[in-house]
T-cell receptor, first 113, second 118 residues
Framework: QQPVQSPQAVILREGEDAVINCSSS?????VHWYRQKHGEAPVFLMI?????EQKGHEKISASFNEKKQQSSLYLTASQLSYSGTYFC??????????????FGQGTTLQVKP | GAVVSQHPSWVICKSGTSVKIECRSL??????MFWYRQFPKQSLMLMAT?????????EQGVEKDKFLINHASLTLSTLTVTSAHPEDSSFYIC??????????????FGEGSRLTVL
């Protein structure tokens, strides 16, 4: 039931791009993306509700392919502050609009100078 | 943005004792709160859904008698780890949905509470 994220870890140099994928075996109602720094609570990045939806803020964007039951997070021209663990949180169709999220195992991103 | 606060941020206790963690919504009323547990370098695992004025809904495999959840008011949910053992040591995080952001579905997380059982 837990969505699967890939890759598990990625190391980048500043300015490089990265893509993090999140796949589910169950039909999705929404996909949430969060970033967590060590020892801190997760911070909301964005939510995608509709199949085919794409969203972005500054150099971080995401897409949601409802048919394939997957979402991708795109980090462009990465900055040192992007380092952390990224989690996708999925809301399934049968629990839609409840706020109940099941998180993937996380992708650790390390951006080096 | 909405603020969710947890207390304490960390606690160390002896094996066999009980520990209570509070989760408060500071500037909004939260009819539903969620409790997660996170072991080092692992994902956030949903433990239970806390509903104001009713019994919590526990996820499969979570012992309801060990992890007591009380949501007595619209701004406070508590998680009590009873008879704690070293394997209960973890990072416990609560989250809540804000009525104003119901359309976006954004969850607001507390700062987390790190429990260490000796």
């Amino acid at each position: 039931q837990q969505p699967v994220q890939s890759p598990q870890a990625v190391i980048l140099r500043e300015g490089e791009d990265a893509v993090i994928n999140c796949s589910s075996s169950k039909a999705l109602y929404s996909v949430h993306w969060y970033r967590q720094k060590h020892g801190e609570a997760p911070v909301f990045l964005m939510i995608l509700l509709k199949g085919g939806e794409q969203k972005g803020h500054e150099k971080i964007s995401a897409s949601f392919n409802e048919k394939k039951q997957q979402s991708s997070l795109y980090l462009t021209a990465s900055q040192l502050s992007y380092s952390g663990t990224y989690f996708c949180g999925t809301e399934f169709k049968y629990t839609s609009n409840t706020g109940k999220l099941i998180f993937g195992q996380g992708t650790t991103l390390q951006v080096k100078p | 943005g909405a603020v969710v606060s947890q207390h304490p941020s960390w606690v160390i206790c002896k094996s066999g004792t009980s520990v209570k963690i509070e989760c408060r919504s500071l500037d909004f009323q939260a009819t539903t709160m969620f409790w997660y547990r996170q072991f080092p370098k692992q994902s956030l695992m949903l433990m239970a859904t806390s509903n104001e004025g009713s019994k919590a809904t526990y996820e499969q495999g979570v012992e309801k008698d060990k992890f007591l959840i009380n949501h007595a008011s619209l701004t406070l949910s508590t998680l009590t780890v009873t008879s704690a053992h070293p394997e209960d040591s973890s990072f416990y995080i609560c989250s809540a949905t804000h009525p104003r952001y119901a359309n976006t579905g954004e969850l607001f997380f507390g700062e987390g509470s790190r429990l260490t059982v000796l």
